[in-house]
């Protein structure tokens, strides 16, 4: 493909999510979950007609995959390189952070910025937090980038965290946009949240991408990597035993 190729579809996929609309769609599925186009519709604050054409587009470029059951229409992002797209362009909206309008806003950026999903790992304060506990106890690696250890191997089976086989990279190092610090994403984030959410340390809230930590949850984060999550109420989480 030659260079003047490549720019016009890098630029065609810019376009794409140059648009507030298609932007906070992107946005809304890096919770990882499959929405309705209707659900969609609403969270971007559009007519059903209007977000059909958005969701079209998206689909063709390969951004979004769909799958129907009876009448629904079900989207979702079409897979991790998509969400690393949109989470990564996230970090470079630059200029001054637009006003918050209300307090009901400022403590839904507040509950994101704290704990989070990044598509299918953890994100924000705890996702940082949990993958710096992870790398002073040596499970993880990250003198040459990111990388599980053996301890790290053993600590997964022990705690009954399977990863799923696949060309997936196993651990990649994902910048996290509110922290400027890097979480645990790959094969083996994607894992660890999944328990995570399955053993219910965490919970999802409602209508946002946003978790809370379970009295389960902060129970494990001591026992197993020792952070004390109850004792830090914005920056999560380096407690003495995990810096």
Known sequence: MDTSTSARRLADTAALLADPTRAAICLALLDGRAWTAGELARHAKVAAPTATGHLNRLVAAGLLAEERQGRHRYLRLAGPA????????????????????????????????????????????????????????????????????????????????????????????????TERRPHLAGAVGAALCGHALTAGWVERRPDSRAVRVTAAGERALHELLGLRWDAAPRDAGRSPDAA
């Open 82 to 177: 998509a969400a690393e797209l949109v989470e990564g362009l996230a970090q470079f909206t630059g200029g001054p952070a637009a006003p918050v309008a209300s307090l009901r806003a400022a403590r839904r950026e507040g509950e994101l910025a704290r704990a989070r999903t990044c598509y299918d790992h953890l994100a924000g304060a705890l996702g940082v937090a949990v993958t710096e506990a992870m790398t002073a106890r040596g499970l993880l690696d990250d003198r040459h980038g990111l990388a599980l250890t053996p301890a790290g191997t053993d600590w997964l089976g022990a705690n009954g965290v399977t990863v799923a086989p696949g060309r997936r990279a196993a651990v990649r190092a994902c910048l996290d946009f």
